[in-house]
């Protein structure tokens, strides 16, 4: 009975704790359309909350767009950003404190073909995997490598079991 009540205990530490740590959180949106509403959901315990979009991960960047301040836990937004793009929501509370969403993509609107809304122009930056730009110069001479000695050799195989 105190080893349940014990766990019973702990798991409540634990609650507690990975609530407060997520105060306030947002909810990433799913299907997101250019140019049509999207409910966004999201909760805290220090009303009225600021909810922004940011590119990509940066929960820190200014805002691209502004969705709305409010005490409730739901608000509607009508996605006016560029479509085929990575975001990311964020939650600010009264106290500062802020959260980000898991990043989300809005969806063309394939009802049609043209904004059927005013989208914030935003051209995210490359991203750092992009290849670099070709360039005019000659590539440098390769010398043949010399036929010392690896720089690196591997340590002998440890025959046996491994304990996990």
């Known amino acids: 009975m105190q ?7 702990l798991a409540a530490a634990v609650g507690a704790f990975a609530q407060a740590v997520a105060d306030p959180s947002i909810n ?4 997101v359309m250019q140019c049509l509403p999207t409910q966004l959901t999201f909760s805290g315990t220090a009303p009225p909350f600021v909810i922004t979009v940011v590119p ?8 691209l767009v502004t969705v709305g301040t409010t005490s409730d836990t739901a608000l509607t937004w009508v996605a006016n950003l560029p479509p085929n793009v990575n975001y990311t929501l ?14 989300f993509l809005i969806y063309p609107n394939t009802s049609s073909p043209t904004p059927t809304c005013s989208v914030v122009a935003y051209t995210p930056a490359p991203s ?37």
Do not use: K, Y
Request: proline fraction near 19%.
């Open 128 to 164: 750092s995997a992009a290849p670099a730009p070709a360039s005019s110069a000659p590539p440098p001479s390769s010398a043949p490598a010399p036929a010392s000695s690896p720089a690196f050799t591997p340590a002998p195989a440890i025959r046996g079991r491994v304990v996990v």
């Open 28 to 31: 990433t949106p799913v299907g």
């Open 90 to 103: 964020v939650i600010r509370d009264a106290l500062g404190r802020i959260n980000g969403s898991a990043p």
């Open 3 to 9: 080893l349940f009540s014990l766990f019973v205990t």
């Open 56 to 63: 990509e991960g940066q929960t820190g960047a200014a805002p």
